[in-house]
């Protein structure tokens, strides 16, 4: 049930579900906290379980920096987003329906994952009509928002994203003001082997207005790295720059690489990086492509 799970979460350590041969559906009343003073937290659905937040609630809060939420993982308020705990994997899993557009929730963004310290890993899970706020500066991430991990240390304990679907067809998409898909401040990315489409970016007017940029991922902050393998975005949309991704490092020290991977179908906004369909980004230097389209 919803309770037992959100149970399970705050008590930490390896979750799974017996829910029967069939693939089955557990809706949240209330989201599931991962709490700063316990172990590790594993969700394994097995590849049969879809978590809901029933278009009321967010699914998965995680944030080393709430104090209401087991203690600060530091112990103290003033390095938190430096930790490397709490740690939350999610695993074979699909979650639907997380939304945050209604407030009232911890921090702004993530309809399914709220993610702020700590170590995150999302492998071969499915993220399909999550929402948040449609209009907003810097609110992001339909699905998942990563916020403020120090400038020096993002680039070493990057989010990981292997094998994992956000969208995949018209009408499962996510949606934010920012960041359809993903949005994080501060914070690196590895993505692997995953697939991006039917995801927007709803708000307008840019940074200065109400958002609108990274239909499918926002990513800003200083020193971080972005990495894309093996992975197709398509079909996503942003009103203003980036439909595909858009990046900025605004001390222009970080990067972004494009590996194996096809970028297709992402309509251009007001404004995208020349010869980058698709894209918005303001780096070290232009991004690295190797054995990809980007059209």
Known sequence: TGDAFVAAVAKGGVITFDCGPSPATITLSATAKVHNDKGPVVVDGGGKVTLSGGGKVRILYMNACDPANGGYASGAPGNCNEQVTPKLTVQ???????????????????????????RTKIVNARFFHNACDPAGSDVGGGAVRVLDFPKAGSVARPVYVVNSTFGGKAGYGNTCANGGALSSIGASWSIYNSVFSDNTATGTGANSGDGGNGGAIYNDGNTMAHQLCGTLMENNKANEGGSAIFFVSNDRSGTIAITDSTLRK?????????????LYVLAKGPPTVTNSTIE
């Open 92 to 118: 074979n899993i699909t979650f639907v329906d997380g939304d945050v557009r209604l407030g009232n929730v911890e921090e702004g963004g993530g309809g399914a994952m709220y993610v702020r310290g700590g």
């Open 266 to 278: 992402n309509p251009r906004g007001k404004f995208e990086t020349p010869g980058f369909p698709g």
